[in-house]
């Protein structure tokens, strides 16, 4: 099955730097990858996504990278600001049969100092 | 903006008590979820549902577990008699006929 890899496990950065953090999947038949942030006792909140006939997408200071090639995805945040400290999540699924699973990476830890 | 619900927020049970988790997912929405995270650990999916009826399982997902939509708008799940590692976050999650899935805030169970 799908096996997915997100790494670092923390960051922090200072307010207004950039943040990268970065997820490899195992299986080549995923096509549907989605970013999720979730903060402290809540439940992950989708903050954008991409998929696999798409190789960049942005959203504001928010942008998503996709290497089919290599099987690795990766989201950056720029100009970041304190209320981006959150734990991220990356996930992968294959969507052919509408059902989807959701894989999720191990999530990383975003600090952002002021 | 419609937004996925759960109650309760917060469940503390005795090992062995069954328990049902709710959740009123997002009202046009046709495929449903339930995923759970250890403290601490990745988001882990359990099971989805689609047209009354299960599509996929985990393999945490075992005869301890069911899941319900018994009218049109409740999702339940659940676990008949309760583990101490069954304590975690349980996640509902709702999609329409796009990728995207929608969670709710979750319930924490604790198993003592």
């Known amino acids: 099955g799908e096996n997915v890899e997100q790494h670092p496990s923390t960051l922090s950065v200072q307010e207004g730097d950039s943040a990268v953090i970065k997820c490899t999947y195992s299986d080549s038949a995923s096509n549907y990858f989605p970013w999720y942030k979730q903060e402290l006792g809540k439940g992950p909140q989708l903050i954008i996504d991409?998929?696999?006939?798409?190789g960049e997408k942005k959203d504001q200071r928010i942008a998503v990278t996709l290497n089919k090639t290599a099987k690795h995805f990766s989201l950056h945040i720029t100009e970041t600001q304190p209320e981006d400290s959150a734990v991220y999540f990356c996930a992968a699924s294959a969507s052919n049969t509408g059902f989807q699973k959701l894989v999720f990476g191990t999530g990383t830890r975003l600090l952002v100092s002021p | 903006e419609p937004e996925v619900t759960q109650t309760p927020s917060h469940q503390v049970t005795q090992m062995g008590q069954e328990v049902i988790l709710r959740c009123v997912p997002i009202s046009n929405h046709l495929y449903f979820y339930w995923y759970r995270q250890i403290l601490g650990q990745k988001v882990e999916f359990l099971v989805s549902?689609?047209?009354?009826?299960?599509?996929?399982k985990s393999e945490i997902f075992d005869d301890q577990f069911s899941v319900e939509r018994p009218d049109g708008s409740n999702f339940t799940l659940k676990i008949r008699s309760t583990k101490l590692e069954d304590s975690a976050m349980y996640f509902c999650?709702?999609?329409?006929?796009?990728?995207?899935?929608?969670f709710g805030p979750g319930t924490r169970l604790t198993v003592l």
């Open positions: 991409i998929r696999s006939n798409v």
């Open positions: 999650a709702s999609k329409a006929a796009t990728d995207t899935q929608y």
């Open positions: 549902f689609y047209n009354n009826e299960i599509s996929e």
